[in-house]
């Protein structure tokens, strides 16, 4: 059986391109012990991939050149000879870009079918919900009647942070790249202000507006120019939590910008910079409650979804135009179980 692979094929310069991207066909290995064969069933792209693809040291290791680029996966056990994971089963787990992978199981995890669509286990109650969770309530520690502003806001875990403000009583504001995602903020999520920083003819004057009360927590996606309007209008005792800074991950110059810590002094602030991993030890509790929210209708979720394993460039090269709301992810199979 030939098996599909997307491998790295070069290191983008700036925005990536299908350029940067080759197909592969490899024939299968031979199933050993204590290993498993997954179908995948649907893949994540993410915005912190574009990092992984330069050489740039991080906070984890770069994709390498000529390999497969790894991301979040749904997938099917549909060949088992290790005895934690029977065929049948769905798991999650960081796993190549391909259509079928022989695994030795570390690192996947089991998911219920029936608890949620399987695609949920990659944003909601994934990755992305849970970076939404430990941000804005480890960090930002929002209180009823303060005002948070969240940036990219019409993204996976943007629409996630606003809407776990809003069960905590806080009056919400969201930044976001076009009108029908301002109105799918404020009249499907209950954010109560939502900003176009792609329309508005001066940021700053338009998160005052949005924010007559200042701001007290700020959970920032983004970066740049927004993010420096946002931190105009902190108020003492602010809180920022640096989640992305997805402005700057095509730059291919250092970008340059005000200096903040006369305002950190000067408002007695907090900013701090988190990867979700840093909370891994709380993700199963973090995990109940999202899906006990979600459960309960407190709150909505949308995704972006492309059909087909020839799609996930494109989808992902999406995310940096602004083309999704809510998690992107592409479709690749079917169960078979």
Same mark, same amino acid.
């Given at each position: 059986?030939k098996?599909?692979?997307?491998?790295?094929?070069s290191?983008?310069?700036?925005?990536?391109?299908?350029?940067?991207?080759?197909?592969?066909?490899?024939?299968?290995?031979?199933?050993?012990?204590g290993?498993?064969l997954?179908?995948?069933?649907?893949?994540s792209?993410?915005?912190?991939m574009?990092?992984?693809?330069?050489?740039?040291?991080?906070?984890?290791a770069?994709?390498?050149?000529?390999?497969?680029?790894?991301?979040?996966?749904v997938?099917?056990v549909v060949?088992s000879?290790?005895?934690s994971?029977?065929?049948?089963?769905?798991v999650?787990?960081?796993?190549?870009?391909?259509q079928?992978?022989?695994h030795?199981?570390?690192?996947?995890?089991?998911v219920?079918?029936?608890?949620?669509?399987? /695609? @949920?286990?990659?944003?909601? %109650? *994934?990755?992305?919900?849970?970076?939404? =969770?430990f941000?804005?309530?480890? $960090?930002? !520690?929002?209180k009823?009647g303060?005002?948070?502003v969240?940036?990219?806001?019409?993204?996976?875990?943007?629409?996630?942070?606003g809407?776990?403000?809003?069960?905590?009583g806080?009056?919400v504001?969201?930044?976001a790249?076009?009108d029908?995602?301002? /109105? @799918?903020?404020?009249?499907e %999520? *209950?954010?109560?202000?939502?900003?176009? =920083?792609?329309?508005?003819t001066? $940021?700053? !004057?338009?998160?005052?507006a949005?924010c007559p009360?200042g701001v007290?927590v700020?959970?920032?996606n983004?970066?740049?120019?927004?993010?420096?309007?946002?931190?105009l209008a902190?108020?003492?005792?602010g809180?920022?939590?640096?989640?992305?800074?997805? /402005?700057?991950y095509n730059?291919?110059?250092?970008?340059?910008?005000?200096?903040v810590e006369?305002?950190?002094?000067?408002?007695?602030?907090?900013?701090?910079?988190?990867i979700?991993?840093d909370?891994?030890?709380?993700?199963?509790a973090?995990?109940?409650?999202?899906a006990t929210?979600?459960?309960?209708?407190?709150?909505?979720?949308?995704?972006t979804v492309?059909?087909?394993?020839?799609?996930?460039?494109?989808a992902?090269?999406?995310?940096?135009?602004?083309?999704?709301?809510?998690?992107?992810?592409?479709?690749?199979?079917?169960?078979?179980g």
């Amino acid at each position: 059986m030939k098996n599909k692979t997307i491998i790295l094929k070069s290191r983008p310069n700036g925005v990536p391109t299908k350029n940067n991207f080759q197909f592969t066909e490899t024939p299968m290995p031979e199933l050993q012990q204590g290993e498993v064969l997954l179908k995948a069933l649907y893949i994540s792209v993410d915005p912190y991939m574009r990092g992984r693809m330069s050489d740039a040291k991080s906070y984890v290791a770069p994709y390498e050149v000529g390999k497969p680029i790894l991301g979040g996966v749904v997938a099917e056990v549909v060949e088992s000879k290790q005895e934690s994971f029977r065929k049948g089963a769905v798991v999650v787990g960081t796993l190549p870009w391909q259509q079928y992978t022989i695994h030795d199981v570390r690192g996947l995890h089991a998911v219920d079918p029936e608890v949620a669509p399987l /695609s @949920y286990h990659l944003g909601i %109650l *994934g990755m992305p919900g849970q970076t939404a =969770y430990f941000g804005l309530l480890h $960090i930002g !520690q929002p209180k009823p009647g303060e005002t948070v502003v969240v940036s990219g806001a019409a993204g996976a875990v943007g629409t996630v942070v606003g809407q776990i403000a809003k069960l905590k009583g806080c009056r919400v504001v969201g930044i976001a790249g076009s009108d029908e995602k301002v /109105s @799918y903020l404020k009249n499907e %999520l *209950g954010f109560d202000e939502a900003i176009n =920083y792609k329309t508005t003819t001066d $940021i700053n !004057q338009a998160v005052s507006a949005a924010c007559p009360d200042g701001v007290d927590v700020y959970f920032d996606n983004v970066g740049g120019a927004i993010s420096d309007a946002v931190l105009l209008a902190l108020n003492k005792f602010g809180r920022i939590a640096i989640c992305g800074q997805i /402005s700057f991950y095509n730059n291919t110059v250092p970008a340059t910008g005000m200096r903040v810590e006369p305002i950190l002094l000067r408002k007695s602030a907090l900013m701090k910079g988190f990867i979700v991993s840093d909370y891994a030890s709380e993700f199963g509790a973090a995990a109940k409650e999202l899906a006990t929210w979600l459960k309960e209708g407190k709150l909505q979720y949308r995704e972006t979804v492309k059909e087909g394993f020839d799609q996930i460039p494109e989808a992902f090269i999406g995310l940096f135009t602004g083309e999704n709301t809510g998690k992107q992810l592409v479709k690749v199979g079917e169960r078979e179980g």
